[in-house]
């Protein structure tokens, strides 16, 4: 990557459920002011939780974690008071989440709801609060939005609360945004308008985003960096780039023959045989190992080196660069 | 989920009272066959039991003559159908006939009675809501910690404690050993308003255990129903403080159907004064029908039960009025 202060590096971050094995073991990644870094890979690989530590919104849920450091402007997140994180929250990182039918309050108006968390970092009157919320709604070119300002979520459409739940996540100008999977719950065509709409005003308001998805076309369109996870792992990470032109891990060419295209059609979809195997028995070396068409003994036994094919492209496989290697073999 | 944001409403204005009017006339239309019936059965039930009300009211030295007479005077010497359609078309009119034994008008006696019924119930109300919610909110926070093991031991004897026990108990170290609360005894409102507050302390306290027990339980599930929901994940998100997401997002949606609840455990309440009055011996409707069974005053228990069943009939229909006033999903349609 190049030499920008990252906003947020996350090293060797670990996290469990108490039991031995790690479900996310020592992941490292960081995200550049006003960056997009996609976190890809397949559902249940610890993408969501990763987001949820990252906020400190693990309390609800039965991981804890094991270690590592997150570095955030500054700042060491996991070593903060709740209270110091809460006063974060919602003000320098904000969240959008992957359900928008049950992420608002029902019994609230959707103003009350944008209103509420204006309130609770900034220090202007409700008024003004109010005005930054309607602003807000109408940034995130929600129809009507003095109306939408005093309806309840039951009256709005799942594109219209997802546009809702961005303006109440950027209403405070968040230095990092985390947008798990935004728009796995909306029909096809509103996908691409939300998408449109987060990366616009990204770009307009210098916000770097961690976005979360297991779409590869949303990849290739909004990311700068990606990292692919996979049980728990990064497997590679680089830039868009890097990562579409040269992939290099044989799990991110699986994710890559998993795609379907237009045009070309082969009798069967490319799949990656197999499952990822439950945490307990998962291999002591590349958890993909079990999968991996160029799988050995020590992939099985030993924790793949990192490699880098260059600066900011970093792949952990005893294979790589797999050019070289499959050739070989 | 439809698109079509001009059928949104986002006031009540227009739709939501012609709605709740709605509702309501449709459930008084909709209880008046239950009213029948259940007239039917008090009516029947009562002329079931054995004992005569006028063997009652002569008590030995009694006069054939004047027996027949007052059999008569009653009408009931005329078929059971018959008797039954005379105290209907006479309740119609207002007419819930008189008492057997006092001559007194049962509404009047009612009427004299309700009050203090009312005033019981409502004190063991609003205890109830002061234990149960509070109670129910900590236990749901604090789950599966000692606090919540306590809360669910303590409304587990709510429940299961006899009434008549706790009130005896209540009144041995209150009234007999501390002398800081009266025994017994009922004081009108309009006459010492502390002293009756007083008064209906133990009483009120011994009727709520129950209701605030089953409150609290019923608080604590909701609770946390509603904290695990996303919602509540997101008012995290926002960075608000525990208590405001505990009570702003959470406590606000788990009472929803609290409300409902607790106008339903009103009625409740209302009907089940009766071994409460007759321990702190308070001059309720209660004792007023205790009395009256005793003494085989069909009259006065006719009218007591079909007036316990329209209150009971009421607080239901208010109970489904208010889960729409206080429910945006239902107060504004789509």
Redesign the interface.
């Given at each position: 990557m190049t030499t920008t202060e990252p906003l947020l590096s996350v090293e060797n971050f670990s996290l469990g459920f108490g039991s031995k094995i790690d479900l996310i073991d020592g992941i490292s990644f960081s995200v550049e002011p006003g960056k997009t870094l996609c976190l890809v890979g397949e559902s249940g690989c610890g993408k969501s939780v990763t987001s949820l530590a990252l906020?400190g919104?693990l309390a609800?849920t039965p991981a804890r974690i094991t270690g590592g450091k997150a570095r955030f402007d500054g700042k060491d997140l996991f070593t903060l008071s709740e209270?110091a994180r809460?006063?974060?929250?919602?003000?320098d990182i904000?969240?959008i989440?992957q359900?928008p039918?049950?992420?608002?309050?029902?019994?609230?108006?959707i103003g009350q709801q944008i209103v509420?968390?204006i309130l609770?970092?900034k220090p202007v009157s409700r008024d003004a609060a109010q005005a930054r919320a309607l602003e807000m709604l109408g940034l995130v070119r929600m129809?009507?939005p003095e109306?939408?300002f005093?309806?309840?979520p039951?009256?709005?459409?799942?594109?219209?609360r997802q546009r809702a739940?961005i303006a109440?996540?950027l209403a405070n100008a968040p230095k990092l945004l985390i947008a798990d999977e935004p728009t796995t719950a909306l029909d096809v065509t509103i996908q691409a308008q939300i998408l449109a709409l987060v990366s616009r005003l990204q770009a307009e308001t210098g916000t770097a985003m961690i976005l979360i998805t297991h779409d590869l076309s949303v990849v290739a369109e909004v990311a700068d960096h990606v990292a692919v996870m996979y049980a728990g792992r990064i497997v590679e990470v680089g830039s868009v780039d890097d990562i579409f032109s040269d992939p290099q891990h044989p799990y991110t060419l699986g994710l890559f023959g998993s795609v379907p295209s237009i045009g070309r059609r082969s009798s069967t979809l490319a799949t990656i045989e197999g499952s990822v195997p439950p945490l307990e028995h998962m291999p002591r070396g590349c958890r993909f190992a079990t999968r991996c068409p160029f799988a050995d003994q020590r992939c099985m036994d030993e924790v793949p080196p990192d490699y880098e094919p260059k600066a900011g492209h970093r792949v952990a496989c005893w294979y790589a660069p797999l050019e070289a290697h499959v050739r070989a073999a | 989920m439809t698109g079509g944001g001009f059928r949104c409403r986002p006031s009540l204005s227009k739709k939501g009272p012609d709605a709740v009017l709605k509702l309501i006339v449709r459930r008084i239309l909709l209880a008046l066959p239950t009213l029948i019936i259940l007239s039917m059965i008090i009516f029947g039930l009562q002329r079931l039991l054995p004992g005569d009300p006028i063997q009652t009211m002569m008590a030995e030295e009694s006069d054939p003559q004047v027996v027949e007479f007052l059999r008569e005077k009653y009408r009931l010497n005329d078929p059971i159908p018959l008797q039954y359609l005379a105290w209907v078309g006479n309740v119609l009119q207002g007419d819930f006939g008189s008492s057997l034994r006092t001559g007194l008008p049962v509404t009047q006696m009612i009427l004299q009675k309700l009050p203090i019924t009312v005033q019981l119930a409502s004190m063991a109300m609003i205890m109830a809501l002061l234990i149960g919610i509070p109670a129910g909110v900590i236990a749901a926070v604090r789950k599966n910690t000692m606090v919540d093991y306590a809360a669910n031991a303590v409304a587990l004897s709510g429940m299961s404690v006899p009434n008549f026990w706790l009130g005896i108990i209540l009144i041995m170290v209150f009234a007999v050993s501390w002398k800081i609360l009266p025994a017994s005894g009922y004081v009108p409102i309009t006459l010492d308003f502390w002293l009756s507050i007083k008064s209906m302390l133990m009483p009120g306290f011994v009727l709520s255990t129950a209701v605030a027990a089953y409150l609290m339980r019923h608080t604590r599930s909701a609770m946390l129903s509603v904290l695990s929901s996303d919602y509540i994940r997101t008012a995290r998100a926002k960075g608000l403080l525990s208590n405001a997401v505990i009570i702003r997002h959470a406590l606000r949606n788990a009472l929803m159907p609290i409300v409902t609840l607790s106008t339903l455990l009103f009625g409740d309440l209302l009907a089940g004064a009766v071994l409460t009055e007759q321990i702190f011996v308070i001059p309720g409707f209660g004792k007023l029908i205790v009395d009256a069974v005793f003494t085989r005053d069909y009259a006065v228990v006719q009218g007591v039960v079909l007036f316990t069943a329209i209150g009971f009939i009421a607080m239901n229909i208010l109970a489904d009025v208010l889960y729409i006033v206080i429910n945006p999903r239902l107060r504004h349609p789509q």
């Amino acid at each position: 990557m190049t030499t920008t202060e990252p906003l947020l590096s996350v090293e060797n971050f670990s996290l469990g459920f108490g039991s031995k094995i790690d479900l996310i073991d020592g992941i490292s990644f960081s995200v550049e002011p006003g960056k997009t870094l996609c976190l890809v890979g397949e559902s249940g690989c610890g993408k969501s939780v990763t987001s949820l530590a990252l906020m400190g919104l693990l309390a609800t849920t039965p991981a804890r974690i094991t270690g590592g450091k997150a570095r955030f402007d500054g700042k060491d997140l996991f070593t903060l008071s709740e209270r110091a994180r809460a006063d974060l929250r919602g003000n320098d990182i904000a969240m959008i989440f992957q359900e928008p039918m049950t992420s608002l309050n029902p019994s609230m108006t959707i103003g009350q709801q944008i209103v509420e968390g204006i309130l609770r970092h900034k220090p202007v009157s409700r008024d003004a609060a109010q005005a930054r919320a309607l602003e807000m709604l109408g940034l995130v070119r929600m129809p009507a939005p003095e109306k939408r300002f005093h309806a309840y979520p039951h009256q709005l459409s799942g594109g219209m609360r997802q546009r809702a739940m961005i303006a109440m996540a950027l209403a405070n100008a968040p230095k990092l945004l985390i947008a798990d999977e935004p728009t796995t719950a909306l029909d096809v065509t509103i996908q691409a308008q939300i998408l449109a709409l987060v990366s616009r005003l990204q770009a307009e308001t210098g916000t770097a985003m961690i976005l979360i998805t297991h779409d590869l076309s949303v990849v290739a369109e909004v990311a700068d960096h990606v990292a692919v996870m996979y049980a728990g792992r990064i497997v590679e990470v680089g830039s868009v780039d890097d990562i579409f032109s040269d992939p290099q891990h044989p799990y991110t060419l699986g994710l890559f023959g998993s795609v379907p295209s237009i045009g070309r059609r082969s009798s069967t979809l490319a799949t990656i045989e197999g499952s990822v195997p439950p945490l307990e028995h998962m291999p002591r070396g590349c958890r993909f190992a079990t999968r991996c068409p160029f799988a050995d003994q020590r992939c099985m036994d030993e924790v793949p080196p990192d490699y880098e094919p260059k600066a900011g492209h970093r792949v952990a496989c005893w294979y790589a660069p797999l050019e070289a290697h499959v050739r070989a073999a | 989920m439809t698109g079509g944001g001009f059928r949104c409403r986002p006031s009540l204005s227009k739709k939501g009272p012609d709605a709740v009017l709605k509702l309501i006339v449709r459930r008084i239309l909709l209880a008046l066959p239950t009213l029948i019936i259940l007239s039917m059965i008090i009516f029947g039930l009562q002329r079931l039991l054995p004992g005569d009300p006028i063997q009652t009211m002569m008590a030995e030295e009694s006069d054939p003559q004047v027996v027949e007479f007052l059999r008569e005077k009653y009408r009931l010497n005329d078929p059971i159908p018959l008797q039954y359609l005379a105290w209907v078309g006479n309740v119609l009119q207002g007419d819930f006939g008189s008492s057997l034994r006092t001559g007194l008008p049962v509404t009047q006696m009612i009427l004299q009675k309700l009050p203090i019924t009312v005033q019981l119930a409502s004190m063991a109300m609003i205890m109830a809501l002061l234990i149960g919610i509070p109670a129910g909110v900590i236990a749901a926070v604090r789950k599966n910690t000692m606090v919540d093991y306590a809360a669910n031991a303590v409304a587990l004897s709510g429940m299961s404690v006899p009434n008549f026990w706790l009130g005896i108990i209540l009144i041995m170290v209150f009234a007999v050993s501390w002398k800081i609360l009266p025994a017994s005894g009922y004081v009108p409102i309009t006459l010492d308003f502390w002293l009756s507050i007083k008064s209906m302390l133990m009483p009120g306290f011994v009727l709520s255990t129950a209701v605030a027990a089953y409150l609290m339980r019923h608080t604590r599930s909701a609770m946390l129903s509603v904290l695990s929901s996303d919602y509540i994940r997101t008012a995290r998100a926002k960075g608000l403080l525990s208590n405001a997401v505990i009570i702003r997002h959470a406590l606000r949606n788990a009472l929803m159907p609290i409300v409902t609840l607790s106008t339903l455990l009103f009625g409740d309440l209302l009907a089940g004064a009766v071994l409460t009055e007759q321990i702190f011996v308070i001059p309720g409707f209660g004792k007023l029908i205790v009395d009256a069974v005793f003494t085989r005053d069909y009259a006065v228990v006719q009218g007591v039960v079909l007036f316990t069943a329209i209150g009971f009939i009421a607080m239901n229909i208010l109970a489904d009025v208010l889960y729409i006033v206080i429910n945006p999903r239902l107060r504004h349609p789509q």
